[in-house]
């Protein structure tokens, strides 16, 4: 039986920057066989390739005209990867182990540990990554996000093995759209959104998100099933209509056109100060 396991693992920070680092741990191969490993990257503006160490002696840059990276180890072992500062996105696509005539995938086990400073773009990175075997898939804790990720759009979605708390965003992340969605082993109080969030769609879809939910920043405009079925949420900052469901997260003319679904299938306590166009169970006054 092949047991590929991999740990995502970055490197202490330096003086002047981080670089995001990657650990494939306790990779077994069969003797004549490979195991190739797949990756989707993009390159930051102003540069034609990411620098890789692929931890076997193999380092080399790969041009931004080939969207999929992939590599092959030919030997069991632990193998560190590491992507250089020129490396925007990231994002886990497969992982197949070839031998004795026979190709098969499967989704090893993730441990993330830290994000690089300069990845701008988080999305989608370990989406679905869920193992279709006892052990695999991504598992632990949500690590702190990098400095200068913009999007963390759907970057965990999917992920039920994740344990523990919701680490406070980056300073520069806009989209938090799906970032946790159906991350039932994630739970905790929410922390406060990023001062410049403009949407949250799906973001805590789900999850055991606990305690009261943070004020929606002035540049929030969208967050349709934010918090649908968090159902150990107990209130908000406010009880003011006006703060929870402000005109700018409304549809045309003030009337709610694609917010009926907030806060649905929350707790009763948060439904309670919502209005019933907002999933919540407050009856809007006539105006």
């Known amino acids: 039986m092949i047991a ?4 995502v693992f970055a490197c202490e920070p330096l003086k002047e920057e981080t670089i995001f680092d990657i650990e494939f741990d306790e990779i077994e191969i069969p003797e004549g066989g490979q195991c190739q490993v797949q990756f989707y990257i993009t390159p930051r503006a102003g540069f034609d390739a990411v620098g890789v160490d692929w931890g076997d002696g193999t380092k080399q840059d790969w041009p931004k005209s080939q969207y999929t990276m992939w590599h092959n180890w030919t030997a069991t072992g632990k193998y560190r990867v590491k992507f250089d500062k020129r490396l925007k996105w990231f994002r886990f696509t497969e992982c197949w182990t070839s031998a004795n005539g026979r190709t098969y995938g499967s989704r090893p086990l993730l441990r993330p540990i830290q994000w690089g400073d300069f990845v701008e773009s988080a999305q989608g990175t370990y989406c679905g990554w869920t193992g279709t075997r006892e052990g695999r898939g991504i598992r632990g804790g949500i690590i702190p996000w990098g400095k200068s990720i913009t999007t963390t759009f759907c970057c965990y979605e999917r992920n039920p093995n994740l344990t523990g708390p ?3 965003w980056g300073p520069s992340v806009k989209v938090c759209d799906g970032t946790y969605q159906y991350c039932s082993g994630l739970g905790g109080r929410i922390p406060p959104w990023p001062k410049d969030a403009e949407s949250c769609d799906q973001c805590y879809m789900n999850t055991g998100a606990a305690g009261e939910i943070p004020a929606w920043p002035e540049t929030m405009t969208s967050a349709r099933m934010c918090y649908q079925d968090c159902k ?3 209130g908000a900052w406010t009880d003011d209509p006006e703060l929870l469901m402000p005109d700018r997260m409304n549809g045309q ?6 917010h009926d679904d907030v806060v649905k299938d929350a707790s009763d306590e948060l439904r309670a100060l919502f209005y019933e166009d907002w999933g919540g169970t407050r009856v809007r006054p006539e105006q």
């Open 232 to 234: 150990s949420l107990t």
């Open 166 to 168: 919701f680490p406070k």
């Open 253 to 258: 003319e003030g009337m709610v056109t694609n």
């Open 4 to 7: 590929a396991m991999m740990q």
